[in-house]
């Protein structure tokens, strides 16, 4: 049985509507609410008046029952409920005549089928913005356009108007910072990330990112939009171009207050160089590093440097040392070099070595300069300082001194940096030494950083093996059986499992100093790779490309390479038989051939210029 109801109730009823708003409504409520709703249709359809007055009585009876269906056809939780709305769509149509007979039924008629228009899903206009576009002269696609780039910047600008200093309580000062409610800045990035697929979206992330929750200690930046950012950034490394281009200061600050986005970056960057473009020299590869500002963000922010560290060691730790990461490492290492020349003139940052413990500095210092220009003799003094800064390192870990955890740690400068380590390895093959070789601490260090007891057999194997190639590099011609009996013999040696580490770019460096090395190419890739007489032609070319950029990047393009038009020639025929085979593989396998080969071919541009370069050197 249903209760009549009068004004009073629908004016108290009103007043709950209008309070509420757009707010989600409790359950409660809404059952209240559709008890209420189902009394008022009872109520006029109960009434006893002809039906001619009808409309005119009850607008007399309820005067603000228009404006109460109107507030309940603009909640949307009232529009969702579909009991409820039903109910209002009932009460609604009470107000539509099928044939209005004079202007205040067809007034009547006109706003309920409008309240039904606002409502009903299945009712679409065929261009809501046409008749406005048209009107300013344009069409609808530039007006919906040109609307997201105001809205975007009218919220930016809004943002820049709060203050930019706070008050920080632990620093007790006043510090530059745009601050907000955590909820509001929650509620306004994840309304804004729809915004972010126009252009000049850079706008108002830069203006969000800039700003910090002032009453909580949590992100307060809605994870969508922080994830739709990194989004936009994720062809940064492979296409060279985002969909949303920001600006130096902006990532830093996503990389500084969200670790998923810094994780992002480190881990496109991985993929670009291993997967998608790993034929890249050294020099290119640097370039790509710095074109997205990550050194100088780690020299200018001690907090990304370290998170960029972690993510790097994880790799290490996951990859069991893959030579991949290890190379990427390197390259990035140079990049933050390089970045750090510089800026440090300009004092934009502080220098690397600041960046480690107090204990490793002298080391990291050493490491950091780069052997380009320096005499062998000037580089065997700066190898046996290395050598006596880990000679001492051993002795205090010997003694207890240190840790396995320091010396982990010190094991990783050393990957970080190793042009010191290849460095080491060509004066084994070049240098006059008497008894020692320079840089023996250093090659056992990099190989057997927590079996000290492993580098006494190491060291008596490099030595052996250093001299027996060293004076094969100075001889015109030297038979193959030398080279093998001195390789064979340093691999005989169970206890020095990691001696091919060595011998690989041990014999690059041969390649590239002797004057016949080149003329048996294949034998050397065999002894290096310890293959039995199959290396491929796409070997063969990869181990002389690799050969020729460790040459370049340690001296740069000051050396003499006594065979650089043999090695020329060698590099070219190379070539041409990969091109070769490509073309007489069957099509099922040529895709992948051809995948293989074209990494190597990129790089021979680079090798030949260095080989040209060089030999004018002469």
């Known amino acids: 049985m249903s209760l009549e109801i009068n004004n009073e109730d629908l004016e108290t009823w009103r007043a709950k509507v209008a309070e509420y708003g757009n707010r989600v409504w409790e359950s409660h409520n809404l059952a209240e609410l559709k008890i209420f709703l189902s009394n008022l249709q009872q109520t006029i359809l109960n009434s006893k008046i002809n039906d001619d007055l009808k409309l005119a009585v009850n607008l007399k009876r309820f005067p603000n029952l228009g404006q109460f269906l109107a507030d309940l ?25 099928k044939n209005p007979t004079n202007a205040f039924e067809e007034k009547s008629t006109s706003w309920a089928r409008t309240q039904i228009r606002k409502t009903v899903s299945y009712y679409k206009q065929e261009d809501p913005c046409s008749t406005l576009a048209h009107t300013v002269g344009c069409n609808p696609d530039q007006y919906n356009s040109e609307s997201c780039n105001k809205i975007s910047k009218e919220i930016s600008v809004k943002l820049q108007d709060l203050p930019p200093y706070t008050w ?23 309304r804004c990330v729809p915004l972010l697929k126009v252009p000049g979206s850079h706008h108002i992330i830069e203006s969000l990112l800039a700003c910090h929750a002032s009453d909580s200690t949590m992100e307060p930046l809605h994870p969508g939009f922080l994830d739709a950012v990194i ?114 003139a300009q004092k934009k940052s502080s220098s690397i070595c600041h960046m480690y413990p107090l204990q490793y500095r002298s080391l990291v210092n050493l490491l950091l300069i780069s052997p380009q220009g320096l005499s062998i003799q000037s ?49 084994i093959l070049i240098a006059d030494w008497n008894q020692k070789p320079p840089g023996l601490e250093m090659i056992c260090w990099l190989n057997y950083p927590l079996h000290s007891e492993k580098h006494d057999c190491l060291k008596k194997i490099m030595t052996s093996l250093g001299g027996s190639l060293r004076q094969l590099v100075k001889q015109s011609n030297f038979l193959m059986t030398d080279l093998k009996d001195a390789v064979l013999l340093a691999n005989q040696n169970a206890d020095c499992s990691h001696v091919m580490n060595v011998i690989q770019p041990m014999c690059q460096m041969f390649v590239m100093y002797s004057k016949e090395g080149c003329k048996v190419l294949q034998h050397i890739v065999d002894m290096a790779l310890q293959k039995k007489g199959d290396t491929g032609i796409t070997q063969q070319l990869q181990f002389l490309v690799d050969a020729v950029q460790l040459m370049y990047h340690l001296n740069g393009y000051s050396k003499s390479v006594p065979s650089s038009h043999i090695i020329v020639k060698q590099l070219q025929d190379l070539k041409k038989t990969c091109v070769d085979n490509i073309l007489s593989t069957g099509d099922s396998d040529r895709t992948l051939l051809r995948w293989q080969t074209d990494q190597i071919l990129q790089s021979c541009g680079f090798a030949e210029r260095c080989l040209q370069k060089w030999s004018v050197n002469k």
């Open 231 to 344: 989004e936009s950034q994720c062809n940064a490394y492979s296409d060279g171009q985002c969909s949303i281009e920001l600006s130096y200061h902006c990532q830093t600050a996503l990389w500084n207050r969200y670790l998923p986005a810094l994780e992002r970056e480190v881990i496109s960057l991985v993929k670009t160089l291993i997967k998608r473009q790993p034929w890249l020299s050294r020099e290119h590869a640097v370039t790509l590093i710095n074109s997205r500002f990550l050194p100088l963000a780690c020299l200018e922010n001690p907090t990304i440097y370290a998170a960029v560290d972690n993510i790097f060691q994880a790799f290490v730790e996951n990859t069991q040392g893959s030579p991949d990461v290890l190379r990427i490492m390197d390259y990035f290492s140079q990049a933050l070099l390089q970045c750090s020349n510089d800026h440090t």
């Open 379 to 427: 580089c065997c003094l700066h190898l046996r300082h290395i050598d006596n800064i880990l000679d001492e390192i051993t002795n205090n870990f010997s003694q207890h001194q240190m840790n396995q955890q320091e010396m982990y740690d010190l094991w990783l400068i050393l990957i970080k940096w190793p042009t010191w380590y290849y460095k080491a390895i060509e004066m």
């Open 73 to 97: 056809c603009n909640s949307n939780d009232i529009v969702l409920n579909s009991e409820i709305y039903d109910l209002v769509m009932r009460c609604v149509l009470l107000w539509s005549v």
């Open 168 to 190: 920080d309580n632990i620093a007790g000062m006043m510090l530059p910072c745009r601050s907000m409610s955590c909820e509001a800045l929650r509620a306004l990035s994840l």
